[in-house]
């Protein structure tokens, strides 16, 4: 069964580091999410992303963050200097289309901001 | 503003009993909604979605929910509990503005007894 793949499982970095998060979609899939959850918080939506480009981000997707497709494959999130608030669980989903189907996610990517 | 909300935090039950797990959502449409679980470690699994139709969807895992337009609510069932269902629950609602974004519920967490 196809499924979301997202690496690395964890990753620690010291703050003001940059850090990169992969995500592999399900090949398919046409839109590209990031969420995060902060540990003992709800899962938040951060970015969404189609045709290249971002269709929807929130209030905390801010000038830190950047999402990219480089090669029709990955998608990924960097954050450009992690700040300790960073440190959150890491989801990447995909959706194959908007009407009426759901959302895969990974397996996520535990953030550590030391 | 759509919100999802579990009143829910944490809720324990006995192996083999029935379970109901609470979701109220605000949502100015026709919403759709979902159940996805995050057992230890691992990412989210959809255990079922309403989009219309039938307000009783069944999912899987032996879950079900009740869609209930005047109550706001997408309760989670399930008639007899196991062991291995312990874990977290998160109820959602697909956000506006035809991105695909999930909002989410902060999330139940279940455990069970022997």
């Known amino acids: 069964e196809p499924e979301v793949t997202q690496t690395p499982s964890h990753q620690v970095t010291q703050m003001g580091q940059e850090v990169i998060l992969r995500c592999v979609p399900i090949?398919?899939?046409?839109?590209f999410y990031w969420y995060r959850q902060i540990l003992g918080q709800k899962v938040e939506f951060l970015v969404s992303?189609?045709?290249?480009?971002?269709?929807?981000k929130s209030e905390i997707f801010d000038d830190q963050f950047s999402v990219e497709r480089p090669d029709g494959s990955n998608f990924t999130l960097k954050i450009r200097s992690t700040k300790l608030e960073d440190s959150a669980m890491y989801f990447c989903a995909s959706v194959p289309l908007l009407q009426e189907t759901e959302a895969f996610f990974g397996q996520g990517t535990r953030l550590t901001v030391v | 503003a759509q919100s999802v909300t579990q009143p829910d935090i944490h809720i324990t039950v006995s192996e083999g009993a029935s379970l109901e797990l609470r979701c109220n959502y605000s949502y100015g449409a026709t919403p759709y909604l979902f159940w996805y679980v995050q057992s230890p470690g691992q990412g989210l699994q959809l255990l079922l979605k309403?989009?219309?139709?039938?307000?009783l969807v069944q999912g899987i895992k032996g879950f079900e929910a009740e869609f209930k337009r005047s109550q706001s609510s997408f309760n989670l069932r399930k008639p007899s509990v196991h062991w291995s269902d312990a874990a977290e629950y998160f109820c959602?609602?697909?956000?506006?503005?035809?991105?695909?974004?999930?909002?989410f519920g902060q999330g139940t967490t279940l455990q069970v007894k022997p």
């Open positions: 959602a609602v697909l956000g506006s503005g035809n991105t695909g974004k999930l909002i």
């Open positions: 992303f189609y045709n290249n480009e971002i269709s929807e």
């Open positions: 309403y989009f219309s139709g039938d307000t």
């Open positions: 090949s398919n899939h046409l839109y």
